[in-house]
């Protein structure tokens, strides 16, 4: 019984920061790569960030480079996604995700998903 839970979603101007977290039971943490992707309607799944098992890995898709970081606890079990500098475009479901397999195989697809929280960018 996997389950993903993000928190921190919610209505923000552009240029401003937020941070989601996740918070992962039912698997041992450590033993997954973890990610987040976001959906707008109409649109097809976005790859945003990766995380490796230990955390000492990341991959960003190129849109939010040096905008968002990915990072994780272990001791928490708990994914987190620091997100500065929001803009229009940012606007999305975002969804937390666990992978069996490394971090650089989550643009391809993962094995467990959260159910999602709203992050709307508005001015």
């Known amino acids: 019984q996997v389950q993903l839970v993000e928190s921190g979603g919610g209505l923000v101007q552009p240029g401003a920061s937020l941070r989601l977290s996740c918070a992962a039971s039912?698997?041992?943490?450590?033993?997954?790569?973890m990610g987040w992707f976001r959906q707008v309607p109409g649109k097809e799944r976005e790859f945003v960030a990766s995380?490796?098992?230990?955390?000492?890995?990341?991959d960003y898709t190129d849109s939010v480079k040096g905008r968002f970081t990915i990072s994780r606890d272990n001791a928490k079990n708990t994914v987190y996604l620091q997100m500065n500098n929001l803009e229009l475009e940012d606007t999305a479901v975002y969804y937390c995700?666990?992978?069996?397999?490394?971090?650089?195989?989550?643009?391809?697809?993962?094995?467990?998903w959260g159910k999602g929280t709203l992050i709307t960018v508005s001015s």
């Open positions: 995700a666990a992978s069996t397999k490394n971090y650089l195989s989550a643009r391809y697809g993962m094995d467990y």
């Open positions: 995380i490796s098992r230990t955390g000492r890995s990341t």
């Open positions: 039912g698997l041992t943490f450590s033993t997954y790569s």
